[in-house]
């Protein structure tokens, strides 16, 4: 688990820490938290975050739900591996090593962002133990973070440039990295310091400025995954916020491929419908136990 000196500087109450080890390969051991108890919820971050990002949500589902917040490969507290990718299907490889590990079944995937495709597909994957899947504000079109603001795009492109990205995929201002999230907000007032102070530390630890970069650049394999959308055999919830980045054009595109999942759009808000709006999460969620 991690060490002394990177140890979280948030906690979530009722929450425990807990480890799965790697298998072989390029694997790493992957951190998650858990809490509650009830059937399984495991609930999947964005682009840059960690289980923490969850931290208003985990309280409101805690009382119905055994909830599982997982450090995505490499992300948060996860073991960072050199010459691992970080690609979507490596990503869900992660996600399914939670889920067949844990030997967990009748699983509620709730995932933002990055986290909701890697729900989806790991759906796909593993229809006898998914039991419904929330997708919320699936980053799975071209622009993405880049739609954030100015500053995002050049700070994206800088990332992603040849010779200079690895410069400068470790180069981490306070002020930038707010910037960037709070362009993800409709209610910028939800992004918490002590949430930017963390998500710093966790950029700090030796071998993540590779690992972001590594996720930037595997972007692409996430619009690709939405061909395994229609496999998707469990329930579907796609929800947005009112402000996400993604454009109606985007939505209705997701919409034509899961004909069938439910549809909720979250007024006044933006990406990080977890920071901002967990409330309305977790009623959607609560609702159906």
């Not at 990503?91 to 509620?108: H, S």
């Not at 495709?117 to 229809?127: E, F, K, M």
């Not at 055999?233 to 919409?255: C, F, I, Q």
Request: glycine letters at 10%; zero cysteines; hydrophobic letters at 40%.
């Amino acid at each position: 688990m991690p060490s002394r000196e990177s140890r979280p500087t948030i906690h979530i109450p009722g929450t425990t820490s807990h480890a799965i080890p790697p298998r072989g390969g390029h694997e790493g051991r992957l951190r998650y938290l858990k809490a509650g108890t009830g059937a399984p919820l495991i609930l999947l971050h964005t682009v840059r975050t960690q289980a923490e990002h969850f931290r208003g949500l985990v309280p409101l589902l805690a009382d119905r739900y055994t909830v599982y917040a997982l450090d995505l490969p490499g992300m948060g507290y996860s073991e960072i591996v050199p010459g691992a990718s970080y690609d979507e299907p490596a990503m869900r490889a992660g996600v399914e090593r939670l889920l067949t590990g844990l030997d967990l079944r009748d699983v509620t995937l709730l995932g933002e962002s990055m986290g909701a495709v890697l729900a989806l597909t790991a759906a796909a994957d593993l229809p006898e133990r998914v039991r419904r899947v929330v997708a919320v504000n699936a980053y799975d079109f071209r622009g993405g973070i880049a739609r954030s603001s100015l500053l995002a795009r050049v700070v994206v492109s800088g990332v992603l440039a040849p010779g200079v990205g690895p410069v400068i995929a470790g180069v981490e201002p306070r002020p930038a990295l707010r910037a960037i999230l709070r362009g993800g907000l409709g209610d910028r007032s939800a992004l918490r310091d002590d949430y930017v102070d963390e998500l710093l530390q966790v950029g700090a630890r030796p071998g993540y400025p590779a690992v972001a970069r590594a996720v930037y650049q595997a972007l692409p394999s996430l619009i690709a995954a939405r061909s395994r959308y229609p496999e998707v055999k469990a329930p579907v919830h796609l929800v947005y916020g009112e402000k996400d980045w993604s454009r109606p054009s985007d939505r209705e595109a997701d919409r034509r491929l899961l004909p069938a999942a439910d549809f909720t759009q979250v007024p006044r808000a933006g990406h990080f419908i977890a920071l901002e709006r967990p409330d309305v999460l977790a009623d959607l969620l609560n609702a159906a136990y």
